[in-house]
């Protein structure tokens, strides 16, 4: 008898557990509805069930089932995606306990996983969802001629559970903030002359791990591997370059090595434009607002938008800040590049749908239509007013923040 009830009792804990971990049937109105897969909806519906969107239209073409748990909002958009960040490595104390996203003992290690220093409790990610952000492609920060890899993950606070990728791009860098944490390279030059020599040595390694004779492959380097990677198209290579002559070397290496490289930060991308669109690469733009200072020095607000007006792929990043809370915005970013020559249509795309696809999860994130994930965000006004409040965050079909902020 006791065996049975304690049976009964395991089996309705089990239950409610169960019960708890279902994705509620949620229906969001708002009066402009941006999916990013065609034209904004006005007075549109969102149906969300099981953590996917079920459907989205307009109110007369889309009814409400009975028991959907409804929120109303003056405009509605998808998540935002940021396509470049330190969130989770780096803490939002900006003291050496919570910033892990730069190893300054060698300067390329591209073996660093950022699943292995990545913190889903720290207050960053909750601060950064807060205001929108439902994605982050997050790992190791610039500073390293290779400083190790990114991740992709939700910010919903179910932390792992939402992992998405554990390796999406290596980080690169090109610059003088190199030689400020190493004793080399100090030079652009030498900086460059490493990166081709380690990239030679993956190739050889490649080909060395092929030989069809088991006795005479290498042992696993994981360095070489991951660098091979990069070289077979597996990564991303992830450039952080700002200074002209930085990112045209970084074009260099990118043709010599036939690599599928996105271009990070780009402050004076704005003199090379004929350059970047000739070599098919896109830009996640350094934040409009960053600290003009050291190789940003030359930096512009109008950069997005006049890349964008080119036809260069561009995201907005919240970057790598050195003061708390180390994130920026990415909203409020998007918003002064609007200020400053992006269309808003261009604006909202460079942290939604632009930045879906360069982390390559464009099916999944990144716009609002029927079976994609569930992550949307609810505002009292024009998403790029500063006066205006993210009011409600949804993440795989879970309400994760309705307090307006």
């Known amino acids: 008898m ?39 909806i006005k007075n549109g519906v969102l149906l969300i069930s099981n953590g996917k ?9 889309v009814q ?3 028991g959907y748990k409804t929120y109303t909002a003056k405009v509605v ?32 290690q591209p073996e660093l996983r950022a699943l292995d220093a990545y913190n889903p409790q720290e207050e960053l990610v909750e601060w950064v969802r807060d205001h929108g952000v439902t994605t982050i492609n997050t ?51 030498k ?34 591997e991951y660098l091979a990677g990069v070289l077979n198209k597996k990564y991303k290579a992830l450039v952080t370059a ?41 830009v996640i733009l350094h934040p409009t607002m960053a600290r003009a200072n050291g190789d940003s020095k030359n930096m512009s607000f109008e950069s997005a938008g006049v890349l964008a007006r080119a036809g260069v792929p561009v995201a907005i990043q919240s970057g790598f800040e050195q003061y708390v809370p180390r994130a920026r915005v990415l909203l409020f970013e998007a918003g002064v590049a609007v200020a400053n020559g992006m269309n808003p249509e261009q604006a909202l795309a460079s942290i939604t749908t632009t930045p879906a696809k360069l982390i390559g999860l464009e099916q999944r994130v990144g716009s609002l239509e029927k079976g994609k994930d569930a992550d949307v965000v609810l505002f009292d006004g024009d ?13 795989d079909g879970k309400v994760v923040n309705e307090e307006c902020k």
């Open 53 to 61: 969107i079920e459907a989205v239209g307009a109110a007369n073409a």
């Open 191 to 224: 900086g460059m002359a490493m990166l081709r020599a380690e990239l030679q040595a993956a190739q050889a390694y490649t080909k060395k791990m092929a030989n069809a004779d088991v006795s005479k492959r290498p042992d696993r380097n994981l360095k070489l």
């Open 242 to 282: 700002n200074r002209a002559n930085d990112v045209m070397a970084a074009l260099r290496l990118a043709k010599e090595f036939n690599l599928d490289m996105i271009l990070d930060g780009g402050a004076e991308a704005y003199l090379l434009i004929d350059e970047i669109k000739a070599a098919g690469v896109p």
């Open 77 to 108: 958009t998808p998540g935002f995606v940021d396509a470049h960040t330190s969130v989770g490595l780096a803490g939002i104390y900006n003291i050496p306990a919570d910033q892990q996203q730069l190893e300054k003992t060698a300067p390329v």
């Open 64 to 66: 409400v089932p009975q």
């Open 139 to 189: 790992g190791h920060g610039p500073g390293a001629l290779v400083s190790g890899q990114t991740m992709t993950i939700k910010t919903s606070p179910d932390g792992f559970a939402t992992l998405m990728d554990t390796t999406k791009m290596i980080a690169f860098t090109l610059g003088s903030t190199v030689g400020e944490n190493y004793n080399s390279p100090k030079t652009s030059a």
């Open 2 to 40: 006791k065996k049975k009830i304690q049976l009964a009792a395991a089996l309705m804990a089990a239950t409610i557990v169960g019960m708890s971990q279902v994705q509620a049937q949620i229906a969001v109105k708002g009066e402009t509805v941006y999916t990013q897969a065609g034209a904004p």
């Open 383 to 395: 998403p790029f007013e500063y006066t205006t409040h993210v009011c409600a965050v949804i993440i």
